[in-house]
């Protein structure tokens, strides 16, 4: 906006205006005194540029897009830990751990009998892709196998500032409230470990598209099926099954909410 404020335009223009009677050259008194404050207006004009392209979302450096976008109540995505089902031949101990690759992970709970829930020390999408033997990082007596046979929630990177900006942009398309379509969406996709969600209405007991009965078909953050640990997860945050259209979840009073995983075909 400002390109044309250099500081040649800005001192010839400061020059312009004092008497012709006085000396202006190069080196006399007047162009000494005025040259150092034009460099400085036109410093000047660069920050105002720069202040100017971080007040709007769409030339926003990431800093100054969190804030504005914040403003509406959206943050950018943080890096998550991939969460792992493990199996072994006997019981072990909770936060024991295991060896895979070059990833580290670390035992959070039982699942059932000799199947524990294990999360990677290590942030971000990297680690999805490992599945195999476990090595123990310390001796287990009685251990013999131990295998990661199953990523249950996948690790992600933190949002990419350009995916960030478009998913605030589009925020301004269509108005999130109160548990329309755009709301379950932006709340469900901001959820770790769901990389894609579509909201239904949904048949009641009686087998009936019922107002209030809401199904949400969903995929995991590698676009996959999603496991019942991330299922169980997103029913819990939306609206948990214990106390279904309670409102106890971020689903509206009155909302009955399904979460499944999309089949594969």
């Known amino acids: 906006m400002y390109e044309e404020m250099t500081y040649e335009s800005i001192l010839s223009n400061a020059l312009v205006k004092v008497p012709a009677d006085i000396d202006k050259r190069e080196g006399s008194m007047i162009y000494t005194a005025l040259a150092p404050a034009c460099a400085e207006l036109a410093q000047m004009y660069i920050e105002l540029d720069l202040i100017l392209n971080e007040t709007f979302a769409d030339t926003a450096s990431r800093d100054f897009l969190v804030r504005r976008a914040s403003e509406r109540g959206i943050k950018p995505k943080e890096a998550t830990y991939v969460v792992v089902r493990g199996e072994f031949n006997i019981d072990i101990p909770i936060g024991s751990r295991y060896s895979l690759d070059k990833f580290t992970y670390i035992t959070r709970k039982k699942l059932s009998d000799r199947i524990y829930e294990l999360e990677c020390e290590i942030l971000g999408s ?7 033997k476990l090595i123990p990082i310390e001796y287990i007596d009685g251990l013999e ?11 992600e990177d933190e949002e990419d500032t350009e995916l960030f900006r478009k998913r605030y942009l589009d925020s301004f398309d269509a108005q999130a409230f109160g548990g329309n379509c755009a709301d379950y969406k932006e709340k469900v996709l901001g959820l770790s470990g769901v990389g894609a969600v579509k909201v239904y209405r949904a048949m009641n007991v009686s087998g009936e598209v019922a107002g209030g009965n809401v199904k949400l078909t969903i995929l995991d953050s590698s676009l996959n099926k999603p496991s019942n640990v991330l299922l169980n997860m997103v029913q819990t945050a939306v609206d948990p099954t214990n106390n279904s259209g309670d409102g106890e979840g971020f689903a509206p009073l009155w909302h009955f909410v399904h979460v499944m995983g999309a089949k594969e075909t």
Do not use: F, K, R
Not at 126 to 132: D, Q, R, Y
Not at 145 to 155: D, Q, R, S, Y
């Open 145 to 155: 196998t131990a295998m990661v046979t199953e990523i249950l929630i996948p690790g």
């Open 126 to 132: 990297t680690p999805n892709g490992s599945i195999g």
